[in-house]
Structure formats: C-alpha cells, structure tokens
C-alpha cells in the first residue's frame, strides 16, 4: 500500500553496555524496524502489538485489498454516511488539514488520478489531457464531510481516498504509543522510512537517523545527513524512486491535486522532522508538492507543533545542494 519514497537510513548503535532488541519484517509492501531498549521479554510483548497494529493498519488502508475499509469506502456509492473507526476518522482528518493548509495542491481523494498514471496498480504511462481533466473532475478534498458520528459522507459518489502519504507514519505512531503503554519508553520505529523516536539510545544520546542521498543504490545507500532524534519524527518523499520517463522529463508518483501532474522543480527530496511520524510524513509529500518558498508558512499552519523541513535541491550544473526551513 506504501508509496515509494526517499529513505531515511538507520545508522548503527554504538556499542554500549544495555541491550536492544531489533525486531523487523514485511509490511504495506516495504519494511518494519523497531529497535527497544530493553530485554527478551520486552521482545516478544512487543511483537504481539506490533503484528496487531501492523495487521489493523492493513485492513483499515490498504489498496490492494478489496476488504480493506477504504477500498469499500471506495467502492462505496450510496449518499448516506460509510462507518468507519476513530483510527481511520483521525488519519482522514490529518489529511484534510494538510489539504486545506497546501491550498488544495495535496488531496486525498486524488486516488483517480494516480491510477490513472499506473502509481496505484495498472502500467506506468501518460495520460492524455481530456484522461486527466476526467479523473480530476472526481478529485476535491472538499467534495467529503466527517459526521459527528464518525460516519464519512460524500458529496460526489466518485470520490475515492488514498491515504498513503500518511498511513505509514500513523502506523508508526501507533506502534510507538503501544511500546510506551507497554513501559518500553525508549524506541526507534522505522516504517519504510517513516520514523519516530522516543528517548534515548543506549548510552542516553539521540537515535541517529541518516537521510538518504538521492541517487545512491538501494541496496547500499549512501547518507546526505545525520540527525538525531529524541522524541521526534522524521519522514522523507523523493522523486527518485517510483518514476518513469515520458516526453523527456521525468514523471514521479507526487502529483499537485490543481493539475494532475508534477509540478516542474529542481527539488530531489524534502525530509520533515515533526513531533509525529504521521505528520512529518503528510509533511513531507505536501511539501514536495509545493517547493521551498511556501514551506514556512505551511508548517506553522500546523503550530504549536515544532517542525522543519530540509530540501535536496539539484542544481543546473548537476550537483545537490541542501535548503533548510527552521534547520
């Protein structure tokens, strides 16, 4: 279900005298890695939790599967309210705001035209204009109301959500805050790049988190810059991973709501760090969308929240510069 983005890379743990436990596997078609201080019997309560955070995520938005609750909300056509839980009502709401804050150019409901595209199943390809100002006429962040009840209620039967540029984080958040009720207060949870730290790391310093730099390979990722995180979150969006070539330029699966399309930037990468993985991983996506100049003014729309922003910006002579907002 995950978007492919750019990483942020766990960079090793000193050497000390306490014990961590790492525990990893396959989610939400990426990668899970926790790391607790803590011992064995820590370990195996919090991988009770974890597989069943995991597998509630999945169920609640997940793409590729049809009994997910959003892929029924997707299907869903009647005028009256869908139910959905609170977990769900409070990624959506996240997601609206980010939508209201970015003047509309970040959407949930813009699901019709990335699988127009091939980013959400189908082959990659470009489509005509009369496609994309079909699939945009079903697209609009307000064409959806939250009932008091909880209950969701479209305006326009064609709506269809796509809350990947946010489950993840929210996946981590949720993990995070089920390690702490489980007295496992100091954690580093990393959901295909998604990730949130609280305390500290064996030896009382910051988890050090590297961000990726764009372009290295996959398998042996190179690291732009270390940051240490202590009770924060930290998430990356990249055009350099799910892209294809068409017309001569490149076409990356960050499209700006207002055109269907990428809008033109010499921006690689943007990693938000924020006080919560969903968040900073909302962030990061919206962010990618509208460059540098705005980004001030948008992540103080979300204050007393503390976040920053950090650009990898690719210049005309091909080298890769860095432009920090609140860095």
């Known amino acids: 279900m995950r978007r492919i983005t750019a990483l942020a ?17 396959d989610t939400m078609g990426t990668k899970y890695h926790v790391r607790i201080v803590g011992g064995a019997e820590a370990a195996a309560r919090a991988r009770v939790a974890i597989d069943e955070l995991l597998a509630a995520t999945d169920a609640r938005f997940s793409l590729w599967r049809e009994d ?36 509309g150019a970040y959407d949930p409901t813009i699901l019709p035209v990335t699988r127009l595209w091939g980013f959400i199943g189908g ?20 064409k959806l109301e939250i009932r008091a009840d909880g209950g969701l209620v479209k305006l326009d039967p064609r709506v269809e959500l796509d809350l990947n540029s946010i489950a993840p984080g929210a996946a981590a958040d949720a993990i995070s805050a089920r390690l702490k009720a489980l007295g496992l207060g100091r954690h580093m949870v990393d959901i295909g790049g998604e990730i949130v730290c609280r305390g500290t790391r064996p030896g ?22 270390v940051v240490g995180l202590r009770d924060a979150a930290l998430a990356t969006s990249g055009s350099y991973r799910n892209w294809f070539q068409s017309q001569g330029a490149r076409r990356h699966h960050i499209v700006d709501a207002h055109t269907g399309r990428n809008a033109p930037s010499p921006v690689i990468s943007v990693s938000v760090e924020a006080p919560e993985a969903a968040l900073a991983d909302g962030l990061s996506t919206v962010l990618m969308i509208l460059g540098p100049e705005p980004a001030q003014r948008v992540l103080d729309s979300f204050a007393p929240a503390r976040c920053r922003a950090l650009f990898l910006v690719l210049g005309e002579d091909g080298r890769l510069s860095e432009r920090g907002i609140g860095w």
């Open 9 to 25: 890379l766990l960079l090793p743990l000193a050497a000390c005298g306490e014990r961590v436990i790492e525990l990893s596997g």
């Open 68 to 103: 997910s609750a959003i892929a029924r909300f997707n299907a869903w056509r009647e005028s009256g309210p869908f139910p959905v839980d609170d977990e769900f009502v409070a990624v959506l709401r996240l997601a609206l705001q980010l939508a209201a804050a970015s003047g």
């Open 123 to 142: 082959e990659k390809r470009e489509p005509s204009a009369d496609e994309l100002a079909a699939a945009l006429s079903a697209v609009g962040w307000q």
């Open 204 to 225: 009382g310093d910051a988890w050090q988190i590297g961000i990726e730099l764009p372009g290295s390979e996959p398998t042996a990722p190179l690291v732009q810059r």
